[in-house]
């Protein structure tokens, strides 16, 4: 039988990286370079934290390129260091609290991508996900006009002057409280004076 292969020997520079007050020192000199069985604590490269993870699998990720760390990699969530609250402070502002309820912004990852809640500076309520609004840039969908708020941005709300001339009966496939001044959908209209015509409402809006 092979005489056993220690870790500590094999590699030196990665045992400098283990976190000896959480992993003991005497039991870490026991462990094969293969050692699969046991977890060990190792420091990270920013020396912010530890995290734990078995020899082997250390071994093996010094031949990739991504950090070995879970946190710095965004593959584990530490609140404090990569939730969304810490990374992107200005987004975690508009958080909705009340709608998502328990769930905060220190328990997801500004590269989620489940739909949340979010209140923008004119308190438009809008549901996306973090990673639409601190990765992508995306602002509220409502102050875009690529979201509908009946009473907001609605086409009539903001252009009441178009309700005179919207021809309700040939518009009948068409919702004037789903569409904002933007639409570039045709719709039929009836001028002061009776005569009938049909042109995008984003034409009519910006007239």
């Known amino acids: 039988m092979p005489a056993k292969v220690f870790f500590v020997d094999r590699h030196p520079d990665l045992a400098a990286t283990i976190d000896y007050s959480i992993s003991p020192k005497g039991e870490i000199s026991k462990l094969g370079v293969d050692d699969r069985r046991h977890e060990v604590w190792w420091k990270c490269s920013t020396g912010k934290h530890s995290y734990p993870r078995t020899i082997s699998s250390r071994v093996a990720n010094t031949k990739k390129k991504s950090s070995p760390c879970p946190y710095c990699s965004n593959v584990t969530l530490l609140k404090g260091f990569n939730d969304l609250a810490t990374t992107h402070p200005e987004i975690a502002a508009q958080w909705d609290f009340e709608l998502n309820s ?10 989620d991508t489940s739909p949340v809640y979010w209140l923008c500076k004119d308190g438009h309520s809008t549901k996306t ?4 609004r601190a990765i992508q840039g995306k602002i509220c969908g409502v102050c875009r006009n690529k979201r509908v708020q009946v009473g907001i941005n609605d086409l009539f709300t903001t252009h009441p002057e178009l309700r005179e001339m919207w021809d309700e009966e040939a518009n ?18 009836i001028c002061k004076n009776g005569h009938k015509f049909e042109s995008t409402i984003r034409a009519r809006a910006y007239l």
């Open 172 to 189: 009948k496939e068409l919702d004037p409280s789903k569409l904002t001044k933007q639409s570039r959908k045709s719709a039929h209209w």
């Open 102 to 111: 328990p769930l905060t912004p220190t328990e997801v990852f500004a590269n």
């Open 129 to 132: 996900h973090p990673q639409a």
